[in-house]
């Protein structure tokens, strides 16, 4: 994900599932979120270090425990060759069959999700999974200097992808998924009002997935890498 928090706004109820099911998930977050915040007192410096801090509480709530930082500039992040090398050595350290990503794909409906750090992220994202992290003779330093082989990821979960077409139930995951994201005290103030409006929205998620009245549901569109 781009930004802390930027996990726990989309998927973090989808991950509690996974980690109660026994399933082992890693965080990497691009930047440290050092632009955020309306009321500080420190500078990017001192908000950065808030933020990592944050999202490691916020990681623990939903049972994650490994959480990594490639701690690129809060927005002015752009899908490099460099962004495409970093991300490539973590898939390639972790070696996952599943990842979930930023859409690389503007939506003209909602614009929150199409920050241009998202959108970077997900462009980046999905070119380290295809071709970078399964080609030996890309980013060749990764092999020969770092000792990491290549990694084929099968499967990629878009978040906030235009077609969805998977929605996890997270009804009984939603208390945990709010506490994450009130964990960003820096970020969120009114958690009861953003607990009320999210909740609307993912019940309009499980509606458009054909989920039973009174469900909550996260969406993504999920893609086949093989």
Same mark, same amino acid.
């Given at each position: 994900?781009?930004?802390?928090?930027?996990?726990?706004?989309?998927?973090?109820?989808?991950?509690?599932?996974?980690?109660? %099911?026994? #399933?082992?998930?890693?965080?990497?977050?691009?930047?440290?979120?050092? %632009?955020?915040?309306?009321?500080?007192?420190?500078?990017?410096?001192?908000?950065?270090?808030?933020?990592?801090? @944050?999202?490691?509480?916020?990681?623990? #709530?939903?049972?994650?425990?490994?959480? !990594?930082?490639?701690?690129?500039?809060?927005? !002015?992040?752009?899908?490099?060759?460099?962004?495409?090398?970093? #991300?490539?050595?973590?898939?390639?350290?972790?070696?996952?069959?599943?990842?979930?990503?930023?859409?690389?794909?503007?939506?003209?409906?909602?614009?929150?999700?199409?920050?241009?750090?998202?959108?970077?992220?997900?462009?980046?994202?999905?070119?380290?999974?295809?071709?970078?992290?399964?080609?030996?003779? *890309?980013?060749?330093?990764?092999?020969?200097?770092?000792?990491? %082989?290549?990694?084929?990821?099968?499967?990629?979960?878009?978040?906030?992808?235009? *077609?969805?077409?998977?929605?996890?139930?997270?009804?009984?995951?939603?208390?945990?998924?709010?506490?994450?994201?009130?964990?960003?005290?820096?970020?969120?103030?009114?958690?009861?009002?953003?607990?009320? %409006?999210?909740?609307?929205?993912?019940?309009?998620? *499980?509606?458009?997935?054909?989920?039973? @009245?009174?469900?909550? *549901?996260?969406?993504?569109?999920?893609?086949?890498?093989?």
């Amino acid at each position: 994900m781009a930004h802390p928090d930027d996990v726990d706004f989309g998927c973090a109820g989808t991950i509690a599932l996974w980690t109660d %099911a026994g #399933i082992e998930v890693s965080y990497l977050m691009v930047t440290d979120g050092d %632009a955020g915040g309306d009321e500080r007192t420190g500078d990017g410096a001192d908000m950065a270090r808030v933020r990592r801090a @944050e999202q490691r509480k916020a990681a623990e #709530i939903v049972g994650v425990h490994d959480v !990594r930082h490639l701690g690129y500039p809060d927005g !002015r992040l752009v899908p490099s060759l460099e962004l495409r090398r970093d #991300i490539a050595r973590v898939i390639r350290q972790v070696r996952p069959q599943r990842m979930i990503i930023p859409s690389p794909d503007r939506n003209w409906e909602r614009m929150a999700p199409s920050h241009p750090d998202h959108l970077a992220a997900g462009e980046a994202a999905i070119n380290a999974v295809y071709p970078d992290a399964r080609n030996p003779h *890309a980013h060749p330093e990764l092999l020969a200097e770092e000792g990491l %082989a290549a990694w084929t990821v099968p499967e990629v979960w878009l978040s906030n992808g235009l *077609a969805p077409n998977r929605w996890p139930d997270i009804t009984g995951t939603f208390e945990r998924k709010i506490a994450a994201i009130a964990a960003h005290a820096s970020q969120v103030s009114d958690v009861e009002g953003l607990s009320g %409006a999210m909740r609307d929205w993912l019940a309009a998620n *499980a509606a458009r997935g054909g989920l039973p @009245e009174g469900r909550l *549901a996260e969406s993504y569109q999920v893609v086949s890498t093989l």
